[in-house]
């Protein structure tokens, strides 16, 4: 299945900066068993009405359960949770 989670950072945030250490969060993810791939994706649009990162997960329906209670899934919620604005969750397959 894949795990989307879609993001928009507050107005003050420069989230550029920000990028590299979300990959490398979420490239430690690809230790979890049934996580097969990570994309991390920036927004190429400078509208306010858009989101600005997107993070793609390629993984088991298991492995969903896994991450959720995983360091890497934590650490990502503790360092950036309150610099978000919004953020939307979408799985499919």
Not at 9 to 15: A, L, M, R, S, Y
Not at 30 to 49: A, F, H, T
Request: aromatic share 8%.
């Amino acid at each position: 299945m894949k795990h989307y989670i879609i993001v928009k950072f507050k107005e003050t945030v420069d989230f550029h900066k920000l990028v590299k250490p979300i990959e490398d969060i979420f490239n430690e993810c690809l230790k979890i068993e049934g996580i097969s791939g990570i994309e991390v994706r920036v927004s190429n649009s400078k509208r306010v009405n858009r989101h600005d990162l997107m993070i793609k997960m390629e993984l088991t329906e298991s492995a969903l359960l896994v991450y959720d209670e995983s360091e890497p899934h934590k650490q990502w919620k503790e360092a950036y949770g309150q610099l978000i604005l919004s953020k939307t969750i979408f799985d499919c397959d």
